[in-house]
């Protein structure tokens, strides 16, 4: 799809404000349905505001829009750090009236309205838009203050979510309701929302003394404190390091003549996000580059306090644990999740790392070969080990051995082509509409943000919407994941949010996507179709990763790849090769999945870490013994390992878990019905994506594949089952 010069404006430019404005009022929000077709034309692109002066009439315009059209995100944006305060000020007070209300019902009154619906409409939190608006920009917004404010607004939130779970008054009435004949009668959704409503209320301690219940509430609260100070650590890191261009050899040189010169004469500039750092450490022939960006990421002067913040916050929830009558916050989790027991995770692992030991061995000595005649041919040392700093290099050194070069592959993958495409082949696959609606008919906090609209194909039903975010800048949340900004009700749809670091284009070519990178956009994509369909992606991640398979199909390759000069399709021998090379390495990569997993549920075992000090010696012993490769002195993982500071805390392993099951789905139904077979897709959909907040995802997946997942296919196609 091609786009029109983007006119960017600022705030003393009239012109601009009146041709956006006279945009905006022409109602331009409905374009077609989004397509592939290389001679659509783009539209204008709006920036966010500048963060330094008032908004304009045109932002608050578009920032407001929502109030009157139902076409754009149900979400009225916030523009400056007193408005996010107010509104937040104004909800928190709304949720509480809207609690004693509940809590006002005689027990003999409660019914399904004045009761249950009451916690899933507005002011909660889940289903009110203006809940994002207040707290979703600290992990996008260009303008430090507005970021400040929305994290306040988040810990705010947090603090209040606390306070209402430890409502007995209304936990009395949720209760009284659940026995009534009108319970009995709903419907299947509405039936588990009683039930999760009892859970969530009970697993917040609800059978807890009036002075366990504050001290809870406390530990609650100073988690969710020492939560977001890491993620503001990470978000607002501004690390540079200089190399000159005989420093970063390996690099090609239009990776070095883009950042040379920006600070430093005759140096690059390198930070420490994900497009500076996965090519040298993949690239770099220079070890000693590669070893000080490990450091620069993982040493001890990496990302503030952040090991003190991890080991405040295992702490706190070995505390919240104990106190709610579990052994561990690794209990507490996996007792909510699919795998019903941390005892289940525990065997899983155990099971797959026995089984990937030897298969890793070998890897491992192949790399080490791989380096031991490096160094030969450079006349350099050989210190007979593989370094931290040396498995990327050496691994995708393995992988030109096999035919497989990275920086040639990535000319066959735009980002536009990719995107499109995608986006394209979920609309074939589940039955679903994309429309992007053109930038200037709607706000968003920079402009490089798309935004699309999501309708049921068959039916033309609106379903939600999802934004793509996708490239770095200051900020900015430096992962790759899915933001559920607003769930559905009655009123509007869901609505998503996909925050990327992929590369970002030049003046000479347009972004270029390492195939990897191609994958993860896959999985993160199919995110927010599946969210906006309500499935819930928290209890697996099977549904996302499953979908990987598709780009390592060669008809999907073959569609997925646009050479950015000829427009020519990935060639048939190096699609082949990248093919054939797919499980390279595979299992020592698994076992260092297998370390993250089991250091995630170790730090949140019945004896957690107590200091900085104890978080490192567990990562020095437990990374070689899994992983065959010892930490570096001084360095530790944790320090960026934002998942253990999140939702995600004690939960890793459901990547793993995720994969014996996606393999499984994939080889199951895709591959012996057609990758592409629509009939296949939309079974998917029916019967895993959109039941998937009710019941077990087990149930759901039985039912798709016709009998009880196995691990069969997992274990086949990384070469240990034959």
């Known amino acids: 799809m091609k786009i029109l010069h983007s006119l960017t404006y600022h705030h003393e430019q009239n012109n601009y404000h009146q041709a956006s404005l006279s945009l905006l009022l022409q109602g331009l929000t409905s374009p077609p349905p989004f397509n592939n077709n290389d001679d659509d034309e783009g539209s204008f692109n709006f920036g966010s505001i500048c963060g330094t002066c008032e908004p304009s009439q045109v932002e608050r315009a578009l920032a407001t829009k929502a109030a009157s059209d139902t076409y754009v995100p149900p979400i009225q944006w916030l523009l400056t750090p007193q408005e996010i305060n107010d509104a937040t000020q104004s909800i928190l007070a709304e949720t509480k009236c809207n609690l004693d209300e509940i809590a006002s019902i005689p027990l003999s009154d409660v019914t399904f309205e004045n009761t249950l619906a009451k916690l899933i409409c507005p002011p909660n939190y889940k289903t009110n838009p203006q809940i994002a608006a207040c707290k979703f920009l600290q992990h996008c917004s260009t303008d430090a203050q507005l970021r400040e404010a ?185 007792t909510k999740r699919m795998s019903g027991s941390f005892q289940a995770v525990d065997e899983f692992l155990i099971n797959l790392q026995t089984k990937l030991e030897a298969a890793g061995r070998n890897d491992y000595e192949s790399l080490l070969q791989l380096k031991k005649d490096h160094c030969q041919e450079m006349g350099i040392d050989f210190d007979g080990k593989l370094n931290a700093w040396d498995t990327g290099y050496y691994g995708n050194e393995l992988l030109k051995s096999k035919g497989v070069d990275s920086e040639e592959i990535r000319k066959y993958f735009p980002l536009d082509h990719v995107v499109s495409t995608t986006m394209e ?85 347009p972004s270029l996507l390492r195939h990897q990178n191609v994958v993860t956009f896959f999985h993160e994509a199919v995110f927010s179709p599946s969210c906006v369909l309500e499935i819930r992606v928290v209890a697996s991640l099977a549904p996302s990763q499953m979908l990987e398979n598709w780009c390592w199909q060669k008809s999907i390759l073959e569609r997925l790849s646009k050479h950015y000069q000829t427009g020519e399709q990935l060639p048939v021998a190096m699609l082949n090769d990248m093919i054939q090379a797919k499980h390279v390495n595979v299992a020592f990569g698994s076992l260092r999945q297998i370390y993250l997993s089991r250091l995630d549920l170790e730090i949140h075992s019945s004896h957690p870490p107590k200091s900085a000090e104890e978080l490192q010696s567990l990562v020095d012993k437990l990374r070689p013994a899994i992983t065959l490769v010892e930490n570096p002195p001084g360095n530790n993982m944790l320090r960026t390992f934002g998942h253990l500071m999140n939702q995600y805390s004690a939960s890793y392993y459901g990547y793993m878990w995720a994969e014996v099951l996606s393999a499984d789905i994939f080889a199951s139904r895709f591959e012996k019905e057609g990758v592409m077979n629509s009939k296949v897709g939309m079974d998917y959909r029916k019967m895993v994506l959109a039941p998937g907040g009710t019941h077990n995802i087990t149930d759901h997946l039985t039912k798709f594949l016709g009998r009880p997942p196995s691990n069969e296919a997992f274990l086949k196609s990384r070469g240990i089952l034959k």
């Open 150 to 334: 929305a994290s306040s607004a988040g810990e705010q939130f947090a603090k209040s979510r606390v306070e209402g779970r430890m409502r007995k008054d209304v936990y009395e009435r949720v209760v009284a309701f659940s026995k009534t004949e009108e319970c009995r009668q709903l419907g299947e959704y509405e039936r588990h929302f009683v039930g999760a409503a009892l859970q969530d209320f009970e697993r917040a301690g609800l059978a807890l003394s009036e002075e366990d219940g504050k001290e809870l509430q406390r530990l609650l609260e100073e988690d969710s404190r020492v939560c977001s100070e890491y993620g503001k650590n990470l978000g607002s890191d501004t690390t540079k390091l200089f190399f000159t261009p005989e420093e970063l050899k390996g690099c090609t040189e239009d990776f070095i003549q883009e950042r040379l010169g920006k600070d430093v004469e005759g140096k690059c500039t390198i930070t420490l996000k994900y497009p500076d750092i996965i090519p040298i450490g993949q690239t770099c022939e220079v070890a000693e580059t590669r070893r000080l960006v490990s450091e620069a990421r993982e040493g001890v002067n990496a990302y503030k306090n952040n090991l003190d913040l991890v080991a405040e916050g295992v702490q706190l929830r070995k505390q919240i644990a104990t106190l709610l009558g579990y052994p561990s916050w690794a209990e507490y989790i996996c």
């Open 425 to 509: 082949i979920y609309q074939e696959l589940l039955g679903l509409t994309f429309t992007e609606l053109l930038q200037g008919t709607y706000w968003s906090w920079h402009k490089e943000v798309r935004c699309f609209h999501v309708k049921d194909t068959a039916s033309d039903k609106s379903i939600g919407h999802f934004y793509l975010d996708l490239h770095p800048r200051q900020g900015k949340y430096g992962h790759a994941a899915i933001f559920h900004l607003v769930k559905h009700n009655a009123t509007h749809g869901a609505v998503d949010c996909m925050l990327c670091n992929l590369p970002a284009s030049t003046e000479d070519k």
